[in-house]
């Protein structure tokens, strides 16, 4: 069984920086997508970022187009999300997610859906 877990969440002042981590267990995820996800209170769970097995293609959610930036190290079986110029609206639960979720972002089909437990992101005014 595959295990994502993030890291890296906290509160910051809006237009700071933050760098989340989601490392995963095992190698049973090589050629799967990676991204990330995030759901505020009151809303609906939203993509965030997506990154290719090769990392040669990256996509990202309007909102946070320039500001964030993901990449993955297969090596250390762990995906990145850059976060600058952070918003109070970008404060949410962030989750990292592996395959399924991300199908039809990426245009790939992957049999698998998994999740990591979500880290918490807090920007202040």
């Known amino acids: 069984q595959v295990q994502l877990v993030e890291s890296g969440g906290g509160l910051v002042q809006a237009g700071g920086s933050l760098r989340l981590s989601c490392a995963a267990s095992?190698?049973?995820?090589?050629?799967?997508?990676m991204g990330w996800f995030r759901q505020a209170p009151g809303k609906e769970r939203e993509f965030v970022a997506a990154?290719?097995?090769?990392?040669?293609?990256?996509y990202y959610a309007d909102s946070v187009k320039g500001r964030f930036t993901i990449s993955r190290d297969n090596a250390k079986n762990t995906v990145y999300l850059q976060m600058n110029s952070l918003k109070p609206e970008d404060t949410a639960v962030y989750y990292c997610?592996?395959?399924?979720?991300?199908?039809?972002?990426?245009?790939?089909?992957?049999?698998?859906?998994?999740w990591g437990q979500g880290t918490q992101v807090t920007v202040s005014s």
């Open positions: 997610a592996a395959g399924k979720s991300l199908n039809t972002i990426v245009g790939v089909t992957t049999a698998r859906d998994y």
């Open positions: 990154i290719t097995w090769s990392g040669s293609s990256t």
């Open positions: 095992g190698r049973t995820i090589n050629f799967y997508p």
